[in-house]
């Protein structure tokens, strides 16, 4: 079992940063990739990026590219998204997630557990 709890978020003016960062409890979570997604009001959640088990690999999506980046420490079972030049369609609830390591080398992202999420507001 892995709990997750994410911290970091907040309100920030366009062009800003901020820092995310996700916190996991159980002696496992370094064995499976992990993940941020967000869902902003009245849309689906969507992939944000993703790091494999041991650090190396780092996908994103198209819109967060070359601004967001995601690393992670296991020795702290913790993984990041520092989020630069921050924009307005920014605004989301982020959430961070556990995906099972076989289905992150695929593509698939099968998520085995998710956070509660941390509210991402971007003013202009």
């Known amino acids: 079992q892995v709990q997750l709890v994410e911290s970091g978020g907040g309100l920030v003016q366009a062009g800003g940063s901020l820092r995310l960062s996700c916190a996991a409890s159980?002696?496992?979570?370094?064995?499976?990739?992990a993940g941020w997604f967000r869902q902003a009001p009245g849309k689906e959640r969507e992939f944000v990026a993703a790091?494999?088990?041991?650090?190396?690999?780092?996908p994103s999506a198209d819109a967060v590219k070359g601004r967001f980046t995601i690393s992670r420490d296991n020795g702290k079972n913790t993984v990041y998204l520092q989020m630069n030049s921050l924009k307005l369609e920014d605004t989301a609830v982020y959430y961070c997630?556990?995906?099972?390591?076989?289905?992150?080398?695929?593509?698939?992202?099968?998520?085995?557990?998710w956070g509660q999420g941390t509210q991402v507001t971007v003013s202009s």
């Open positions: 790091v494999s088990p041991g650090g190396s690999l780092t």
């Open positions: 159980g002696h496992t979570f370094s064995m499976y990739a």
């Open positions: 997630a556990a995906i099972a390591s076989g289905s992150f080398y695929s593509g698939r992202y099968e998520i085995a557990y």
